[in-house]
């Protein structure tokens, strides 16, 4: 299953922008290529992304739980 949101570069503006929610995020390359999925309270994967990765996009999909967001990550 692919997030249906579009790609958003990874930067410190993005990264504000993201709800106080749990979700399922997917970090790309500068292609648009899936580089790694996590599950977790989305400012905080953004926030270690930016700080320690090196993925050039990220899109996510807001979950109603952890649990939730486990489930999404699981089915993708």
Do not use: C, I, N
């Not at 999909?61 to 990550?73: I, M, P, V």
């Amino acid at each position: 299953m692919a997030l249906r949101k579009r790609w958003q570069p990874l930067t410190r503006e993005t990264v504000g922008s993201a709800p106080d929610a749990y979700g399922l995020v997917e970090f790309g390359d500068e292609d648009g290529d899936v580089v790694e999925a996590v599950a977790g309270f989305l400012p905080d994967e953004l926030r270690e992304e930016l700080a320690y990765g090196d993925a050039a996009q990220v899109r996510w999909q807001r979950a109603q739980s952890l649990d939730h967001a486990e489930k999404l990550l699981d089915e993708r």
